[in-house]
Each structure stands twice: as C-alpha cells, then as structure tokens.
C-alpha cells in the first residue's frame, strides 16, 4: 500500500526527513512513532501529497505520489494534526460539500454522507454548525471527511490531540473499527493508543527511521534480560545464596518487607526461568506470595530507542 524510497526532505535551516525507506502493507495497521521534530508530520504531510519530496520516491496503491497526485490523493483519507473545517457550515452541508470535492458521484453522494455519519457517531449532529460542535465531535467530523470518498489508505495524524480521556477512547474505538476496512497509518504521542491499536511500530528520530517491528519484538530486541519478581516469607541471606547458584539468574535487589516478608527482583536469561524458581521455592518449603514477569512498556521501549544516551 506505501512504498518510500530514500526520501529526504530539506528545509533552509535542517533537513526534517533524511533518506528514509520503509513500507506498509495492505491491510496493517501501523503506528508512526517520534519525538517532536522527529519528521513525523513532514513524513505524513508527503505521504499525503501536501508536501513534495526533495529526493527519493513515494508510491500510493501503486502511484507514484510526484507523477499521479490526483491518482494518490483518491485513494487516501487524511486528517491533519490540526483538522482544517469551515466553522460556519453544518455538518451536512459540509460533508456533501467535501464528497463532491473528492469526486464522489451525485448519485452516491448522499447514501455516503450517511455512511460515514453512521461510522462516525454523527446522526445527531447533522443540522449542527461545525464551530459549535465540541472538541471531540470536529474530530469526528476530520474523520468522516476523510472517509467519504472510501479510500483504502488512512493517514491519521494526531488524531486524539486535545480530547479529554472519554473522547480519546470514543475516537480510539472508531479507528479500530475503521482499521477493519482501511490501512491505517496512526501517529500520536498517546503510546496507549498504539500498543492498543496497532499491529506494528515505526519509530522516526532525527529525520531518520531508526526502527521498524512488532511492539513485541521491539521489546525482545532491546530488553535482553527478563526481570523477574518474587516475595516470599524466608531468611533473606538463604534466599539470595540458594537463587545465586542457579544457572541463568542474578539477584539485583532483595528487600526486606514488613511483616517478615521479603521481595526480589531477578534478573533472568528467560521468563521461563519461573518454573525453576517455583520448584526452588517448594522444596525448602518458603511461602511464596508473588512471582512474576516485570512486564516491559511501550514508552521503555521508546524511549530506549530514542534517548540521546544511546542509538538503537
């Protein structure tokens, strides 16, 4: 679905993109992930055919972005950070208004405004002027226009800035129901929203894709070391001896709790090392209260890969 061939992208002062490659397939649905002023937008905004590449190619459902702009832009729905809509219009009136914009034929033009209103959660709204909308329903509104056309492609960029925690969640049920149909490329500083949506993850830093994988297998690559975290009621210098001598295992912390209790946490080759700890535990008769996986989060993870203290 997207091809990107060493693109770059200059401006006077830096150059925003620096020869990235990377593609989605038909169907995915992928998280774009950055600091600010990674090149996130100046990406999407090329992808979309807002902005034009200095060096390198982009293809669209098979179309060159440069050479079939009008080709690509059929076949994309895009929301920007900062969704552009007219204010003064109704919702009606502005959807039909940017259906036929987008070459949707009269005679289908009204059954897809209803479409996308139904999609969108907008059947109550449609007489409404857009300026007096919410927050939350404008970007409803982004992404019904985005929709209209039916496009298989969607470039969705920031698209829960500034809703409040309800409105987050409605519009992050709406774009898991419209990846059900569509491609979806989903920016956004909302790192939940990614490990809850998306099925794989690009990270950009410094204009450059730094890397491009599952969330699952990003976390195996830059966490080598499973941590694993135990309380039990037993004599602290035994416990730390006896788990010292096994293959595999390092004790980093052994605190001591109240009520007799004492807590580890285990630095292990592998998760599956939990089975040995148990059988540890039951043959010199502790009494175990927890042993478990320290589970890694999408933002260690980012944050790993983009820290200026190391590359990843």
């Known amino acids: 679905m997207i ?20 593609e989605v397939k038909r169907g995915e649905i992928v998280g774009f992930l950055g600091p600010n002023g990674a090149g996130k937008t100046t990406t999407m905004r090329m992808l979309a055919g807002y902005l034009p590449v200095d060096a390198g190619q982009i293809e669209i459902a098979g179309y060159d972005v440069t050479l079939h702009p009008q080709e690509v832009r059929r076949r994309i729905g895009y929301l920007p950070e900062s969704c552009p809509l007219y204010p003064e219009m109704r919702v009606d009136e502005y959807l039909r208004f940017r259906a036929e914009l987008k ?3 009269s005679a289908a033009r009204k059954a897809k405004v209803s479409e996308v209103k139904e999609r969108c959660g907008l059947e109550d ?8 909308l919410s927050k939350g329903y404008r970007q409803r509104v982004g992404l019904a226009d985005s929709l209209v056309h039916d496009p298989d492609l969607l470039i969705l960029d920031e698209p829960t800035v500034g809703l409040d925690p309800f409105q987050i ?4 049920e709406l774009i898991t129901q419209l990846a059900e149909r569509h491609t979806v490329l989903l920016s956004t500083h909302i790192l939940q929203e990614v490990e809850a949506i998306c099925e794989r993850i690009l990270i950009i830093k410094n204009g450059r894709i730094v890397a491009s994988d599952t969330e699952e297998n990003l976390h195996r690559m830059l966490h080598a070391c499973s941590i694993i975290e135990m309380e039990i009621m037993a004599d602290r210098e035994e416990v730390v001896a006896r788990v010292g001598t096994m293959d595999g295992m390092n004790v980093r912390n052994a605190n001591e709790l109240a009520d007799g209790w004492l807590w580890l946490e285990i630095e292990a080759d592998s998760p599956a090392l939990r089975v040995d700890l148990f059988n540890l535990v039951v043959s010199q008769g502790w009494v175990l209260r927890e042993l478990s996986e320290q589970q890694h989060s999408l933002e260690d993870t980012f ?9 990843a």
């Open 169 to 172: 969640r409605q519009v992050r």
């Open 125 to 132: 709204v449609g007489k409404r002027i857009i300026g007096q």
């Open 103 to 105: 070459g949707v034929k």
């Open 303 to 311: 944050v790993k890969i983009t820290s200026d203290k190391g590359e």
């Open 3 to 22: 091809k990107v061939y060493g693109v770059t992208k200059k401006y006077p002062a830096r150059t925003a993109v620096d020869d990235i490659s990377f």
